[in-house]
Nanobody
């Protein structure tokens, strides 16, 4: 199994930045794809970003493209989500997730991933 622990959330003013971290432990060799999703109160969980294990393919939701950046430190089994120019509509609980199957065209769907972190709250004030 794989365990994922997110950190780095918090309260920030609009226009500010945060960097989320997701540390993986356990059978990390099983991970073939990484993803970030978010869920705002009263809304469904939505795709934010995803990257293949090799790093050769990275995808972003249109709403965050140009503002958010996915990165990783393979030696630490940690992935990051750098969030710049934050907006109030970015307020949500952010989840890190990992998949044990190669990334497919379904990378934007929650069911494409097998492991989830507990989430970290991001609040952007106007």
């Amino acid at each position: 199994q794989v365990q994922l622990v997110e950190s780095g959330g918090g309260l920030v003013q609009a226009g500010g930045s945060l960097r989320l971290s997701c540390a993986a432990s356990g059978r990390t060799f099983m991970i073939y794809a990484w993803g970030w999703f978010r869920q705002a109160p009263g809304k469904e969980r939505e795709f934010v970003a995803a990257e293949s294990w090799s790093g050769g393919s990275t995808y972003y939701a249109d709403s965050v493209k140009g503002r958010f950046t996915f990165s990783r430190d393979n030696a630490k089994n940690t992935v990051y989500l750098q969030m710049n120019s934050l907006k109030p509509e970015d307020t949500a609980v952010y989840f890190c997730n990992a998949g044990k199957r190669p990334m497919s065209g379904r990378y934007y769907l929650p069911e494409a991933y097998d492991y989830w972190g507990q989430g970290t709250q991001v609040t952007v004030s106007s």
